[in-house]
């Protein structure tokens, strides 16, 4: 968990960033699979997960660094988001969530580690402890920044990040896909749950969820959102994937 975290401010009086696309894997879900992988039983024959961006990427690279094989379950845009990010593992493609949840139990029942991305509160447990570590750097060295927007995936990282930061005093916000639109990573809650079974589903009154304005860039519709803000420069925006431009 000593991954460093990489946070710029891209326009003088905009909202900061926080890269995950500096981080192993090239996400922020490498610091939540990490930790969660530590506790998987000897003896598990691969990593097995219905994803089609972050978390895939993330298990790809833990499981090739444990020896594992990885499997991602997902449709025709996350296989080809996966392929075009350099995914190393077998995909099985899918036309449902109920299809995936079908494949993953069969890979389960043969001895595969299936995460449950979407229903296992623990992974928000996960995000905590590198979400403390945010804190402490934030709180050091970004001390204008009072409000964190994040993009709303299965829930893990916005409602960890909530638990860390709002008993600090700030306010965090997740931001979710528009009925219509597809950004890798991204659903809208309302759409698209599992009911009370879904891992979001104890944190949706205590968590907001705003709707992005439109356009398929999970960095530009954080962006959009974070520069209405009536004081863009205290804002955090926490992109999983992003990475810095480089300065010319």
Request: hydrophobic share 35%; proline share 5%; aromatic share 8%.
């Amino acid at each position: 968990m000593n991954t460093p975290f990489t946070l710029t401010r891209p326009e003088k009086d905009g909202p900061a960033v926080l890269w995950g696309g500096t981080c192993p894997s090239g996400s922020l879900k490498y610091l939540t699979y990490e930790s969660y992988l530590d506790a998987v039983p000897e003896g598990v024959r691969g990593l097995v997960e219905i994803s089609g961006a972050s978390t895939a990427l993330a298990l790809d690279l833990i499981g090739r660094r444990a020896g594992l094989p990885t499997v991602a379950v997902t449709d025709a845009a996350g296989r080809d988001h996966l392929t075009r990010h350099g995914f190393r593992g077998e995909i099985r493609t899918i036309t449902s969530v109920e299809e995936g949840r079908e494949v993953c139990l069969r890979y389960e029942r043969a001895g595969w580690c299936w995460p449950r991305q979407f229903t296992d509160d623990a992974l928000v447990g996960r995000v905590e402890l590198w979400a403390a570590r945010l804190l402490r750097r934030i709180r050091a060295d970004w001390p204008e920044v009072r409000h964190l927007v994040c993009g709303f995936g299965t829930g893990a990282t916005v409602a960890g990040l909530h638990r860390v930061f709002t008993i600090a005093g700030y306010s965090v916000t997740g931001l979710q896909a528009r009925e219509g639109d597809h950004v890798p990573g991204w659903r809208n809650y309302t759409l698209q749950n599992l009911g009370d079974q879904d891992l979001f589903h104890r944190y949706r009154k205590e968590v907001p969820l705003a709707t992005a304005s439109g356009g398929e860039s999970a960095l530009g519709s954080l962006l959009t959102y974070a520069n209405a803000h009536a004081a863009p420069e205290q804002v955090l925006v926490i992109s999983h994937d992003g990475r810095p431009r480089p300065r010319h």
